[in-house]
């Protein structure tokens, strides 16, 4: 016979990573090797939180230390306080341009998200062409501002196109682009015309979650269109909505470029904006100081409205 020594020896397998326990019993608690990226992991984003801190912050910041001064952009400054800010409540001319540049920019708002949604309902899912269509109503996006404008400026021409299309119903033909009157209303055209089909996509996305069964479980007890709508569709874009709204205000207050091709500002300073403003007072009258306040009140409009147009469509369910 064989006598055993010592503790009996358990033969089971041991998990890897464990650590036996004295006397046989269960296994102690895992060693867990933590990887490297959980060390301080926050330290990975510094470079592009330092990045956007500079160039977008910082740069703003110290630009707009410049709209309290009275520099020409060459040599020395004095420090004028709010002289700046007085001068553009003082002007008329000032004050008509923030009255156009908010006109295109509501009327930009609405008319892009009003068209677009009725494009995107259009073209959500019943119609065979709606593929193609999408595309062509998509197009003009992606073109440049400034050869959209010009080729509207060639059909707002008083010997373009447009005034040949009034002349074949016996109507007048028109001063589109020299006119105080419509020369505004023609900007805000070529504005929503090329930019609508990005807001048709918006929505497009956003319908694309509305779930069909709902809408037809209503349609068969008798929901009418606009209900379905209202209580149904709309209800389930609301994001959509939000984020549309915000990015056509925006882009309505900062107009630029349409304007520079098609009026220039005129006639009369009647299609100036404050981004127009800024431009001329800053590289062509070498007004810096004043450009830079100019466009210190354009920037504080733009997050004003963007906030109360946020609290305004943000989802409150």
Known sequence: MTATMGTPQDTGPLVR?????????????????????????????????????????????????????????????DWVGLDNFRRILDDPALIGSLENTLFLAFGFLIATNVVGLLLALALNRTLRTRYLLRVLFFMPVVLSPLAVSYIWKFIFDFNGPLNDVLAWFGAAPKT???????????????????????????YLAGLATVPAEIEEAAALDGASTWRRFRYITLPSIRPSLAIASTLMLI??????????????????????????????????????????????????????????????????S
């Not at 220039?264 to 007004?287: D, I, M, R």
């Open 17 to 77: 990573g464990t650590v036996p326990a004295a006397g046989g019993g269960q296994p102690a608690r895992p060693r867990r090797s933590r990887p490297l990226i959980t060390y301080g992991r926050w330290w990975w984003a510094l470079p592009a939180i330092l990045a956007v801190l500079l160039i977008h912050y910082v740069a703003t910041a110290g630009g707009a230390l410049y709209a309290f001064t009275n520099w020409t952009g060459i040599g020395d400054f």
């Open 176 to 202: 589109w682009l020299a006119d105080p009157t419509l020369a505004l209303w023609a900007v805000l055209v070529v504005m929503a015309w090329q930019t609508t089909g990005m807001v048709m996509v918006i």
């Open 251 to 316: 882009q309505g207050l900062r107009v630029f470029d349409q304007v520079m091709a098609l009026t220039g500002g005129g006639p009369a300073g009647a299609t100036e904006t404050l981004a127009t403003q800024v431009y001329k007072e800053t590289f062509a009258l070498s007004n810096f100081g004043f450009g830079a306040a100019l466009a210190l009140l354009l920037t504080l409009i733009m997050l004003v409205f963007s906030v109360l147009q946020q609290a305004a469509t943000r989802d409150r």
